[in-house]
């Protein structure tokens, strides 16, 4: 019928947001940006796709940039978790303003806040319909919230990832700030991406995805892009290895 949402191409998908995407020049945790994200997070909820969220903690802490200035790197990387954990609950304010039912889930425990991350748990409340945002990485030092980000998506049996970028709406050749003569790339490999160097995923989390077939979706969070990738219309970049014939 005219009016009908269109139908999801998904299941099950799993959001990775950068910290800066809550974010403003001004201000680490925008409200006002992060309830723009949270309006299209319920509507692309509303296709009735399962969506788990990884989120990041660079607008408020970045462990690598920490430990090049003289701290611990596993200190740092902790200390990045825990602003993880702050933007997932940031987020989950905002989500469940507008009327959607989530859970935050942490690696490291924080139960006066938060639940700990059990894998039974997730895929419950993902069958329940609720919005589930993963936070503290993968709870250890030493690897990217790209890496958790494609941990949770195997773990949890997403169909694809979808790579929510602030700047670009999509894979570049080279970083159009820096080179305006880039060339944005439809469609690659996850091998592609990893010799290239492309800004995608850090590798260990590219060739996660390569070894399990999980395909990326790369795009700029604006406007209704998940609803529209949601709904198998082609946005931004794709990455994915091709099933062995």
Known sequence: MEGDPPSPAFHRVLLKLSGQALGSESRAIDPATTK?????????????????????????????????????????????????????????????????????????????????????????????????????????PYFSTDSAAALRALELEADAILMAKREYDGVYTA????????????ELTHLEAIERGLKVMDTTALSLCMDNKMPIHVFKMTGDNIVRVLSGERVGTVVRTPAES
Do not use: W
């Open 175 to 186: 970083d159009p700030e820096i080179e305006p003569g880039a060339e944005f790339i439809p």
């Open 36 to 140: 723009r994200v949270a309006g299209s997070i319920k509507v692309a909820r509303g296709l009735d796709v399962d969506i788990a969220i990884v989120v990041g903690g660079g607008n408020i802490f970045r462990g690598m940039a920490a430990a090049a200035g003289g701290m611990d790197r596993a200190t740092g990387d902790y200390i990045g978790m825990m602003a993880t954990v702050q933007n997932a609950l940031a987020l989950q304010d905002a989500l469940e303003t507008e009327g959607v039912d989530t859970r935050v889930m942490s690696a490291i425990e924080i139960r006066a806040v938060c639940e700990p991350y059990i894998l039974r748990r997730a895929i419950r409340h993902l069958e329940k319909g609720r919005v589930v945002i993963c936070a503290a990485g993968t709870g250890n």
